[in-house]
């Protein structure tokens, strides 16, 4: 089963800006359709992003988003409830693409 994508408006403003980019982001949106888990160089994050993952789009450029069900499954949901509104109307199959940040 294919999982839905969930676009904030942080995230479809940032994805205008670095135009050099829309290829890779297309691509990698595709990916997270199919197996959000096993995108490579996909790592769980920590800290004060704890609950949220990161993919790289380029060498510099990466991709912050959820999974709901694994969200769920670690019950980060009141950790991600700014970024995430509406948690639980969404399917477990949701990823919530949050923003694009400089990784420098």
């Known amino acids: 089963m294919a999982y839905i994508l969930r676009v904030t408006e942080t995230y479809q403003q940032q ?3 670095p135009t050099d980019l829309q290829k890779q982001l297309q691509r990698t949106e595709e990916r ?8 490579a160089h996909s790592e769980e994050l920590k800290a004060g ?4 993952r990161s993919c790289r789009i380029k060498s510099n450029w990466r991709l912050i ?5 694994e969200c769920r499954e670690a019950k980060h949901q009141d950790t991600n409830l700014l970024d995430c509104p509406g948690c639980a109307d969404q399917s477990d199959k949701t990823v919530n693409l949050l923003y694009i940040m400089d990784y420098h």
């Not at 997270?32 to 995108?39: F, I, Q, S, V, W």
């Not at 992003?49 to 949220?52: A, D, S």
Request: with cysteine; proline share 5%; hydrophobic share 30%.
């Open 15 to 17: 994805k205008k800006k």
């Open 32 to 39: 997270l359709r199919r197996a959000p888990t096993k995108l």
């Open 49 to 52: 992003l704890k609950g949220k």
């Open 65 to 69: 988003f959820t999974i709901c069900e």
